[in-house]
């Protein structure tokens, strides 16, 4: 049964860089969608992005600029950086991996996500 | 960007009734709407995509229906475990987004 398991830096200050890695164990990287998405204190989920096996990836344009996802298939591992961090930036960070039906793994939500990472941006 | 809209808030219910909860998107996202259960500390658990599929190993108590703009997430009996935050979530238009969460709590 395949399991994220991710890290980074919990606590930045403004103007910092976000830096998480997620690991995929037990399971393939390929063929699959794996994406980031965020919970601020009290609010909802935001997607931040996404990348497939071969590297292709999506933002959300409301973070295009200071995004980037990048994939490691010989690691197993993907990774979200996100630049000059500010306040509105402090949230709860997932990696995940979507859903494949018996058909279609394209355009299908985040299934199986990872513990979950608490960022905080504080001077 | 397509704005879910979710409702009630909250939802007071007792175990062994049946819960309905709505989300309505700001424009058509045709089928392309998900279901998620998520519990306090813990990760989202996906219940339902596309609009009406289970996901695997989601129990049959479960179900989703709607299309376009209004969509209807039921549990058919509340079990003492499905007393949690329901969000859903839209992939018809890009980006995907969420709606901020129905809390299903105890009467």
């Known amino acids: 049964q395949v399991q994220l398991q991710q890290w980074g830096a919990g606590l930045l200050k403004p103007s910092e860089t976000l830096s998480l890695t997620c690991a995929v164990y037990g399971g393939s990287f390929s063929g699959y969608y794996w994406s980031w998405i965020r919970q601020p204190p009290g609010k909802g989920l935001e997607w931040i992005g996404e990348?497939?096996?071969?590297?292709?990836?999506t933002y959300n344009p409301s973070l295009k600029s200071r995004v980037t996802i990048s994939v490691d298939t010989s690691k197993n591992h993907f990774s979200l950086k996100l630049t000059s961090v500010t306040a509105a930036d402090t949230a709860v960070y997932y990696c995940?991996?979507?859903?494949?039906?018996?058909?279609?793994?394209?355009?299908?939500?985040?299934?199986?996500w990872g513990q979950g990472t608490t960022v905080t941006v504080s001077s | 960007e397509i704005v879910l809209t979710q409702s009630p808030a909250t939802l007071s219910l007792s175990p062994g009734e049946r819960a309905t909860l709505s989300c309505r998107a700001s424009?058509?996202?045709?089928?392309?709407l998900a279901w998620y259960q998520q519990k306090p500390g813990q990760a989202p658990r996906l219940l339902i995509y596309d609009a009406s599929n289970r996901a695997t190993g989601i129990p049959a108590r479960f179900s989703g229906s709607g299309s376009g703009t209004d969509f209807t997430l039921t549990i058919s009996s509340l079990e003492p475990e499905d007393f949690a935050v329901y969000s859903c979530?839209?992939?018809?238009?890009?980006?995907?987004?969420f709606g901020q969460g129905t809390k299903v709590d105890i009467k």
């Open positions: 424009q058509s996202v045709s089928s392309k």
């Open positions: 990348i497939n096996h071969t590297g292709s990836t």
């Open positions: 979530q839209q992939r018809g238009n890009w980006p995907p987004s």
């Open positions: 995940a991996r979507g859903y494949c039906s018996s058909t279609t793994c394209y355009n299908l939500p985040e299934a199986v």
